[in-house]
């Protein structure tokens, strides 16, 4: 239709497509499924790093952890904003998540289990998270492009805090370096997971690169993480947590073994080490909080009916 | 400044900043589980102002005992009994309504006590509190505002919000209560006698309850005992179980 | 008694030693707040059982390990990662219903396990194992009992022993995980290899269930990582900060 | 009446009184209030030590202080026994306690705040809870007197092993000593609570001593206490809680100074410093064990009914 080619070309172009823009239905779902995942893995990522908010070890760790915390949960507020301006609210689409009918990401199904875990997520997580969301800057729907560039300056702050927490892990007594190893070792897969299947396995990738809502591949997006990551490991002195992992003169790129794609999706399917208490959590939070967003409402029509009364 | 016992300055500090410290960690448990988004990010932001608050109380409250301690040993390597805060801040967070109830509380008293500050002979605590009383005048213009939002709701979260003043009210008493910590601090200059705050807090407490539409419980029992270390909730104990943690478990290193 | 590596036959005292001193805790904490007075006292009897069984296992593996350490010193100077109970044990308790169901379900197996261990070439496996088996069997014929009852009781107790169920059960897969340390066991005669257990316990376990009138959750997803240290679940880390305070924070004292 | 006449007699004989036979309104009810009390005080006492079960510093401490917790809770269930014998079911009583209408020890208003606290219970908590249990053994109610006795055992017991847990910490470090010291200090005049009111003040008493329900006066029981516990205090090389202590020559008892009756009134008004806490743990409790107790009988009446048919 000639709609569809307007469209095409606008993304073509390199124009952004705005919410009263005409979509196709298709590019309207992609997006809400994949805006709305990256809210609900804000929102659910507070809870690996708030297990450690009360057993932070000084008080500057404690206030740089709150305030990362604090930011995760205004990414979420950004992109609830932009899921919205493509027709669907906030309340569905977290009515959807404890359905369990829309995801977020596997790496927050992951335990963290010392305090070099939060070191390590700033760095290996928060560093993954920034290489998608660098790309997705460039994404074709103007308010998901916005949003991005907006929390790409927060991620890269908590990205430089969490290496510079994990150092001195890294550096400090052999107990703290033997942390910092354990955290690598557990959260490198399900770091290298983040970006998703391989190319030739990825179910949504090809249409989302032709509207420009996935702007590279999960496989460039990863080998670029590798690329990254692996010479920040080294300079710690730490072990590599995967012992294949080589410089391939040839490809100018390192060599490394791919996550167990089966774990993979038996975390996408709720088997995660963390899934049913991370949902359970948010259900309880959300039902816990009725009465009071239900309270505040009121109070607020009361306010209403009082002004217009008085008016 | 006047002369003053260095020792009672020292106390003094402590009780400033085991409150700060001890209610930004009862603050910071929500995280992640409070009603609604914006109020985990409220949460987050009023627990790492309390936090920052800390660090200054309890910076110069090392410097004044002059044993060399850092802000952070005196938050994590002091047991239950050395703990100078307030009853209140120690409860635990109940439901939310109790949680922004016990904040209204202390905030309006923080406000309130901080604007006195200001004026302080000691010049590190005028230069602490002037920080502080913008965040103070911010967090209780919040809390009081969601007071009153709950109070003045539904059925069910007015009830909710009585029963936490009812069974916060009793805790209240021991931020007015003054012993010879406060006076020497009074008559130095340094700080207020929390004695002579209490008809503004009255005021202000009582104004924002009034639009709430919850009444103040009757009985004037006053539960003390943290501020001079006598005797505290067996809620504290547990609380820095988890807070000391790390530093107990692995003491002497820097993180 | 084959030879055996030594390291391997600590390990799996750690195993032993550690599932009950996990569970006991957790059993522990109901402690004043059970359903009702009857099961207060049954808690308490199990909890006590279970710190008696640790005191075995873990006397034991601090002699085997050679380092001169005691019960108490692996029980309270071990960070989460040094700790191999397997993951079920330390799920918190949740309601009554989910916690008789952890119970029930390591009850059942610990039963089993114990009743081969009796016949261990390792004497004094054998008779821990022996003291232990009695304990086990009183222990699995009460939670039996009661999951019975919860389970066959109202529709509502009913659906909480379900959905009890239905979160534990990708736990149990657990306990009969063999690694190199099992079959080394097994090889010395010292212990059985769990994976040889399943059926037992299979069939003891669907028996119950079915006069529970509970069924077994489709899906064979296991969870695993405590028995081998792996992976704990984020449970473990803050029972540790209650169960160690006072050993972390005051070392080196008698009590 | 004759049958009062009867009843005092059998009293004054030391005759006891048993479920069955006659006895005036007013002495079943003053049982039920004491005997009730008395239970009471045994659930709730749970609560101030299993504060400290999860914290306790050893395996073989933990197991001591499982033991004791569980043979109070053992305690509560003879003695709700002994009320049923009077008619009021263990449930009623159970209401009215969590109604606030009935009482139990003010002791356990107190909060236990450092490990010897839990040795300071154990020997001056229980060992004033012997005294006045050893003389309520004499007691003129059958029942109650035969689960008096039947306490008294194990509690001496308890009062042992408490002494022996403080001595620990008043012969050990500096800090475990100042801990021991801290423990003496609050507990000693909330113990001193445990006999009620002087004499001179106390509502209940006359009655209760003419019907054996008392068999000393409160102020015997506590100088009893005094006596025996001073000497054990200046053992332990711990300060007297007391200043005012002194040995009386002439009396042929220590001296020493009241503990202040308004805080008393005060607690038993609901004013401790943990009054709302016990009651809140224990309505909690029973409010969220309902559908337990629902499970379990629905179960029985199924299993009866299951019987019947199948005779």
Sequence with gaps: SPEEQHFQDKIDNDVK?????????????????????????????????????????????????????????????YLYSAAE?????????????????MKYSSIFNYPTLN???????????????????????????????????????????????????????????????????????????????????????????????????????NDELRQQFVDQTVPQIDYLGLERPDPTIKWNEERGHYDFAMPDWDEFFNVIKGNGPCNADRMENRRKAWEDGAWVREGLLEHARKKAARKVAAE | MAEVDKDKLYQFLLRMGDNTLILGHRVSEWCGHSPVLEEDIALANTALDLIGQTQMWLGYAGEVQGEGKSADDLAFLRDAWDFRNVLLVELPNGDFGRTMMRQFLYDAWSSIMLGHLQKSTDERIAAIAAKASKEAAYHVERSSGTVVGLGDGTEESHNRMQAALDYLWPYVGEMFASDEIDLAMAAAGIAPDPANLR?????????????????IPAGNYVHKGGRDGRMHTEHLGHLLCEMQWLQRAYPGCEW
């Design chain 1, 17 to 77: 497509i705005e919410p009263k823009d005409w979509m196709p239905e298709d590019y309207r779902r992609t997006l809400i499924r994949q805006i709305g995942q990256h809210a609900h893995s804000e929102v659910v990522g507070q809870l690996p790093e708030g297990n450690w908010i009360t057993r932070a070890p000084t008080l500057e760790r404690k206030a740089i952890l709150l305030a990362k915390v604090q930011d995760e949960a205004g990414h979420g507020l």
């Design chain 2, 199 to 215: 008809d503004e807090y009255d005021a202000l407490v009582g104004r924002v309850l009034d639009e709430a539409t919850l009444a």
């Design chain 1, 115 to 217: 305090w070099a875990d939060i070191g390590a997520v700033g760095w290996l997580v928060d560093g993954a998270a920034i290489i998608n969301q660098v790309a997705l800057q460039r994404t074709s729907y103007g308010p998901y492009s916005r949003a991005m560039i907006r929390i790409c300056k927060e991620e890269s702050f908590h990205a430089r805090q969490g290496y510079s927490a994990i150092m001195k892990m890294a550096f400090g007594t052999p107990e703290q370096k033997k942390m910092a190893q354990d955290a690598v070792n557990r959260l490198w897969f399900p770091a290298l997971m983040m970006f998703g299947p391989s190319d030739k396995d990825s179910v949504h990738s090809e249409q989302s690169m032709a509207w420009k809502i996935k702007v590279k591949t």
């Design chain 1, 85 to 101: 301006t493509l027709g669907v609210s906030r309340d569905e689409l977290i009515e959807l998540l404890h359905e369990g009918k």
